[in-house]
């Protein structure tokens, strides 16, 4: 109950495409979903995080879409830069808890070809 | 502007020595937290603490110790190195609070055990 599945593993998508990556948890008790991007020889690094009380958050070209009824979540990158190409993670935490832990999902590693 | 700062970056052990990873944060982040990273299993909590001589198992703690004793630095030691330890190890560090509040990610230790 507390795993995040991610998919796709990876993804290709040409220069100026939308991008898209998705999640799925089950503990309905998360309620709080950030993405991370990893750039090759770095750590994560926060992109963008929303909360089940709205179903999209907009930064950027980049927006992540919540549907609490069937505990999806998704990253949509628009017009998809060679510079987006790294590896995203989904996670989700319970923020009424102490520490917060983060339940990863197993990443996806984005190419974005010139 | 150092953030948090991983020691050494990469490491080659033989099984059965030991060693200490090191992590400094200079943002004055009351939580902090070790992480491995496998391929196609994302990032998995090894240890965590809340402060000063606090700190608590997370999903894989087997095989490794940490101690608190400055909020600045949160080691982590591999007893007696086992080759399924080879892993990239991140260290990440938060700010204690209400609501949601970003992990900051060291640029990881590699580490390989032969």
């Known amino acids: 109950q507390q795993q995040v599945k991610q998919s796709p593993q990876s993804l290709i998508v040409q220069k100026g495409g939308i991008s898209i990556i998705n999640c799925a948890y089950e503990?309905?008790?998360?309620?709080?979903f950030p993405w991370y991007q990893q750039f090759p020889g770095k750590g994560p690094a926060l992109l963008i995080a929303i909360r089940p009380d709205v179903s999209e958050k907009k930064e950027g070209r980049f927006t992540i879409s919540f549907n609490k009824s069937a505990k999806q979540f998704s990253l949509h990158i628009m017009d998809s830069q060679p510079g987006d190409s790294a590896t995203y993670f989904c996670?989700?935490?319970?923020?009424?808890?102490?520490?917060?832990?983060?339940?990863f999902g197993t990443g996806t590693r984005l190419l974005v070809s010139p | 502007n150092a953030g948090v700062t991983q020691t050494p970056k990469f490491q080659v052990l033989k099984t059965g020595q030991s060693m200490t990873l090191q992590c400094a944060q200079d943002?004055?982040?009351?939580?902090m937290s070790w992480y491995r990273q496998d391929p196609g299993m994302g990032l998995r909590l090894i240890h965590y603490s809340v402060g000063a001589g606090i700190t608590d198992q997370g999903e894989v703690p087997n095989g490794y110790n940490v101690s608190r004793s400055t909020t600045e630095d949160f080691p982590l030691r591999l007893l007696s190195a086992a080759p399924s330890q080879t892993s990239v190890y991140f260290c990440a560090s938060r700010r204690q609070g209400v609501g949601n509040q970003p992990q900051h990610f060291g640029d990881g230790t590699r580490l390989s055990i032969l």
């Open positions: 503990n309905t008790a998360f309620d709080y």
């Open positions: 996670a989700a935490s319970m923020t009424n808890t102490g520490f917060q832990k983060l339940v």
């Open positions: 943002m004055n982040h009351e939580y």
